[in-house]
């Protein structure tokens, strides 16, 4: 029996293995071209409002965001709920934190990551560029704190717009890709009806 678990085990490391040094390169190139244009989009309105390096439109966070909406299309992470909706916490959770306290960065900016991770735990909204999201609303630039709660709508709910408009487009260009990903939706819809105690 231990011969049979170690043997078992052996071929599904072996399977693990080959499959993650397999090169996809049609996964690949729309990995790219999904995130090019996406960011690109971003760059665009940039470099349209705004001169200089003072990046509002362009946040850091996007760029991880596109990683995941792009190149881990079938994660839990990377589904338009938490795209959208772990951006939007995010940002409401850092730029209230900014708004209590403005000069004490060293309180600020780990209660506006800890309380965005919380609040998209309790929201299912669970996206980790949120973190990011978060702090750039205590660390931006001056224009970005600026804004204040208009950081929430712009740039953060019209930049995850654009990502997952593009993401809509590329991720569905090819039978290989779905996005969003229904095998998601449908696990947690299960997990519902099974709480509920209905048949599926």
């Given at each position: 029996m231990p011969v049979q678990k170690i043997k078992r085990g052996y071929r599904k490391t072996r399977y693990i293995l080959y499959k993650e040094t397999l090169v996809d390169y049609k996964e690949h190139f729309w990995s790219f071209l999904g995130s090019f244009v996406g960011i690109g989009i971003l760059a665009y309105i940039q470099s349209i409002h705004f001169s200089g390096n003072d990046a509002v439109y362009l946040i850091g966070s996007f760029g991880a965001s596109s990683v995941l909406v792009y190149?881990?299309?079938q994660?839990?992470?990377s589904q338009p709920r938490n795209l959208i909706g772990g951006h939007l916490v995010s940002a409401l959770i850092g730029v209230t934190v900014h708004k209590l306290a403005p000069d004490i960065i060293w309180i600020a900016a780990p209660l506006a990551v800890s309380l965005?991770?919380?609040l998209m735990q309790i929201t299912k909204t669970l996206h980790p560029p949120g973190g990011a999201t978060a702090l750039i609303a205590i660390i931006?630039?001056?224009k970005i704190k600026a804004l204040g709660y208009m950081y929430v709508l712009s740039p953060?709910?019209?930049g995850c717009l654009i990502l997952f408009l593009t993401a809509l487009i590329f991720n569905n260009m090819t039978s290989s890709?779905?996005?969003p990903s229904h095998s998601t939706y449908h696990k947690h819809y299960h997990k519902i009806r099974k709480r509920l105690g209905k048949k599926k």
């Open positions: 190149g881990i299309i994660s839990p992470f965005a991770i919380i931006g630039s001056d953060v709910l019209v890709r779905t996005y």
